[in-house]
């Protein structure tokens, strides 16, 4: 069993900035792709940004320059960091990791963590 862990979200001013961490545990051999998502009332689940195991990033369009991913491995931790928040980053943000375990690779999310951009 392994579980994803989130914490860092909360209320901010536009123009302010978060961190969120998300922590994975279990019976984990390793980790292959860890990203967040978020998910706006009304919207579609989308990627945010994702990360590999060997450091590669990919992002969306609309928090490039703004948002960095980042990864512990030793630790099974995934960062974002958020800076420049604007009312549209409002969303639940979902963290997601792509893990090898016992049985094979599985994809694991978390509970999800809200971020709230207020104008």
């Known amino acids: 069993q392994v579980q994803l862990v989130e914490s860092g979200g909360g209320l901010v001013q536009a123009g302010g900035s978060l961190r969120l961490s998300c922590a994975a545990s279990g019976s984990i051999f390793s980790i292959n792709a860890m990203g967040w998502y978020r998910q706006a009332p009304g919207k579609q689940r989308e990627l945010v940004a994702a990360i590999t195991s060997g450091g590669s990033t990919n992002y969306a369009d609309s928090v490039k320059g703004r948002f960095t991913i980042s990864r512990d491995n030793a630790k099974n931790t995934v960062y974002l960091q958020m800076n420049s928040l604007k009312p549209e980053d409002t969303a639940v943000y979902y963290c997601?990791?792509?893990?090898?375990?016992?049985?094979?690779?599985?994809?694991?999310w978390g509970q999800g963590t809200q971020v709230t951009v207020s104008s």
């Open positions: 997601n990791a792509l893990v090898v375990v016992t049985t094979g690779r599985q994809d694991y």
